[in-house]
């Protein structure tokens, strides 16, 4: 089963709650949460008090990307706000061990988001720690970008690796990601699709929900 995560970024942030409600009407698992500090990433977007008030005004499991330099300083408040999954980029942390095992103390699921240019090998050490990754298919900091091809390829190298080592941590995509290639990421083995325009952008954004769940699920396969 492949589960949507709609991207707040893309979102009318004076409507949130009413644009959150339409996609988990349509059918979304979560909600996923854009968090740029201005300096990791060249943009500046939502903070602890966004996820707070979101916890407050929806069921969905809050998945936090956390695009900011010393990641470690700030899962503590994310996770107190209410984020179930959080995710933190290997190029902005040192002591990447730490700082997992630390989202994962705080009671939350540990993520570790990967820049394109970032080869799948630096995670080496980390795969058995981690509940999920994070491929990012567009170089962060801005939504409505357009998917960098390789990155499907990326999917395939890495769900291949889970296979080989006996792993069960999920696959996040993110970026670029609309009805035009949903289908060809989710068969290269992701497992969470994050898309932001390809979704609020959409007139409807529950019925483009529905149509990405449709897509990457086809008929008859399990829900796992
Ligand atoms: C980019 C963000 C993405 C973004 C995706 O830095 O991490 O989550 O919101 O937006 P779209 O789907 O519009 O590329
Ligand atoms: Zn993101």
Do not use: W
């Amino acid at each position: 089963m492949t589960r949507i995560a709609p991207s707040i970024l893309a979102a009318d942030f004076a409507r949130l709650g009413e644009q959150v409600a339409a996609v988990e009407r349509g059918g979304a698992e979560m909600l996923h949460i854009d968090v740029m500090d201005g300096r990791f990433v060249p943009n500046i977007s939502i903070g602890v008090p966004v996820v707070e008030s979101l916890r407050a005004a929806t069921d969905l499991t809050l998945d936090c990307h956390l695009m900011i330099v010393e990641p470690g300083r700030y899962v503590e408040a994310f996770a107190k706000a209410g984020a179930r999954m959080i995710s933190v980029h290997q190029e902005a942390c040192p002591h990447l061990d730490r700082d997992i095992r630390r989202i994962r103390d705080l009671g939350a699921q540990a993520g570790v988001a990967l820049n394109p240019a970032t080869p799948l090998h630096v995670l080496d050490e980390v795969l058995p720690l981690v509940d999920f990754v994070l491929i990012m298919s567009v170089n962060p900091g801005f939504g409505g970008q357009k998917l960098i091809p390789a990155a499907v390829e990326k999917v395939g190298a890495l769900a291949g690796v889970r296979a080989e080592r006996r792993l069960d941590f999920r696959i996040e995509v993110d970026g670029g990601v609309d009805l035009s290639n949903a289908a060809a990421i989710a068969a290269a083995g992701c497992d969470i699709l994050v898309s932001g325009s390809g979704l609020f952008g959409a007139a409807d954004p529950a019925e483009a929900v529905r149509s990405m769940i449709r897509f990457t699920n086809p008929p008859g396969a399990a829900r796992a």
